[in-house]
């Protein structure tokens, strides 16, 4: 992403325990991070999908097991609505490994839509979700 963004916020690494999910797989790494950048949305996601490539993505089915996954989850204020991109990300509301992370960089935002992201932690809460030291 160099060249297309600058980070502006990060936070702590969240490990996502397999045992709280459905489906079968290994429990998994997430991160949230604040970008800056001066390109549109839909030329970002063209570059996340190409990292995603790179570091050999296979997209065999819908919510297939991963080796990356790099989401937009938002868009400063914006609302979209295309086949390939839906911002804000449908389903981040839903899940504790995207809405805590998000939380600890931006404790007051509002997502576009919905409000404000604080009211959604307690129907998550459960989700099992744990901050790695690293």
């Known amino acids: 992403l160099r060249g297309l963004v600058t980070v502006l916020q990060s936070q702590k690494l969240r490990l996502e325990e397999q045992a709280q999910k459905a489906r079968d797989g290994d429990d998994y790494v997430n991160a949230v ?16 999908q190409a990292i995603e490539l790179r570091h050999g993505r296979e997209r065999s089915y819908l919510n297939a097991p991963r080796t990356l996954d790099l989401d937009l ?32 960089i931006s404790p007051e935002i509002c997502i576009p839509g919905s409000g404000p992201a604080q009211r959604f932690l307690p129907a998550v809460a459960d989700q099992g979700i744990t901050p790695l030291a690293l």
């Open 33 to 48: 991070a604040a970008l800056d950048t001066s390109h549109s949305a839909l030329a970002l996601l063209a570059q996340l």
């Open 73 to 104: 989850l938002l868009f400063d204020e914006e609302t979209i609505a295309l086949p390939q991109l839906q911002v804000p990300h449908p389903r981040m509301l839903e899940r504790a490994f995207v809405l805590q992370p998000l939380l600890d």
